[in-house]
């Protein structure tokens, strides 16, 4: 019991950190790219606003769904037996 | 809370309290979901919420509609303006047919400003509703469950998204035409050739439910980690009588409390704006012949 209890407490660290990671990785590549291209053309600053809004919240979105199942599993845990 | 024993639930009896949904089955009676999938119920709190939230998001564009002027538009009216020109421009860049943006557009407006008050529920304290329900839900026979934000419902979400699904379907067909959307179904990505029109189908199969479920899953996401964060706030507070420290605890959940509501609004906007970008472009590939 005290085992399943501690692996699930690694999972979720593992779970959070490691999408935290990703969603990081993905935000700065994109963030970056993002202001190059607008110093580079700042016409089209505005257009590639937008589309950068919609793709930060869909690499969010993984990130947040691993957070939204390490929480359920810290709390409401299905594999440990009440 | 099921605070009946005199002293308070410790905090994972609290969250589980408020992660569960108040169901009935078709006949209204009280029941619980025992398995992960049950049809033979529903989640009474979301579809009660999200009714409302739908006929009022109605009522007040209806209202724009109705007291509209084609002279000086007054603040209201130049603030529904705004959006609906939004996202009639946001639908002229994904859809070139303009028949089908004549109900595209509108649909994706409702389902932004549908999606927006849904979302915007978990700005209210989380156990703001759930208190009020929790003197008022039994009296009236029903359990003491509640939840507030129907797209923190996985049954909510899926079910848009499928709508969505729906939407595509109808559009291939109506576009390409039966024969021609079967075509594409077994033709499509990697060309016209008998040997891998299998493949190509499975290809397909996948991309229509990846397409679907991911939909669904990143709304849902979103709002149940925001519902969640907002909770273990609000136990910080709870905490802050039991402790030694709690004075720490208060300025935490002040101080925590305020970002994370201050993040959560550009979380609810943006959810909602990728909901209705998505359904905009998942709708423009239903018009694209391969």
């Known amino acids: ?82 | 809370m099921s605070s009946e024993q005199g002293h308070g639930p410790s905090a994972g009896e609290y969250i589980q309290h408020h992660l569960h949904h108040l169901q009935k089955n078709f006949n209204f009676e009280n029941v619980e979901q025992h398995s992960i999938v049950d049809f033979s119920l529903f989640n009474f709190d979301s579809m009660l919420f999200s009714v409302v939230l739908g006929f009022l998001g109605c009522l007040t564009l209806w209202l724009a509609a109705r007291k509209a002027t084609s002279g000086v538009p007054g603040r209201f009216q130049a603030a529904v303006e705004l959006m609906v020109e939004m996202v009639e421009n946001q639908a002229k860049g994904v859809i070139h047919n303009a028949q089908s943006r004549k109900l595209i557009s509108p649909l994706a407006l409702t389902v932004f400003v549908w999606i927006f008050l849904m979302n915007a529920m978990d700005m209210l304290p989380v156990d703001f509703i759930p208190a009020i329900w929790h003197s008022a839900g039994p009296a009236l026979g029903f359990n003491d469950y509640m939840r507030v934000v129907p797209t923190a419902d996985l049954s909510t979400t899926l079910g848009l998204s499928c709508s969505v699904l729906l939407i595509c379907l109808f559009y291939n067909i109506k576009i390409k035409g039966l024969g021609g959307w079967a075509h594409e179904l077994i033709a499509a990505p990697f060309g016209d050739h008998w040997a891998v029109y299998p493949i190509n189908f499975l290809m397909q199969m996948i991309e229509y439910v990846a397409k679907t479920v991911s939909h669904g899953m990143r709304l849902f996401g979103n709002m149940f980690a925001g519902e969640l964060v907002f909770m273990l706030i609000a136990l910080m507070g709870g905490y802050m009588s039991l402790s030694a420290t709690g004075i720490g605890l208060t300025i935490g959940h002040l101080v925590a409390g305020t970002v994370w509501t201050l993040f959560h609004i550009l979380i609810i906007t943006l959810q909602a704006f990728i909901f209705m970008m998505l359904t905009l472009i998942y709708t423009g590939q239903a018009h694209d012949a391969h």
């Open chain 1, 1 to 82: 019991m005290e085992n399943i209890l501690g692996l699930v407490a690694l999972a979720c660290g593992l779970i959070v950190g490691l999408g935290a990671i990703g969603a990081s990785i993905g935000i700065g590549l994109m963030g970056g790219k993002f202001l190059e291209s607008a110093a580079r053309q700042p016409e089209l600053a505005n257009e590639l606003q937008s589309k950068m809004f919609i793709l930060a919240g869909l690499i969010d979105a993984a990130f947040l769904i691993g957070v939204a199942i390490a929480l359920l599993f810290a709390f409401a845990n299905p594999f440990v037996l009440k």
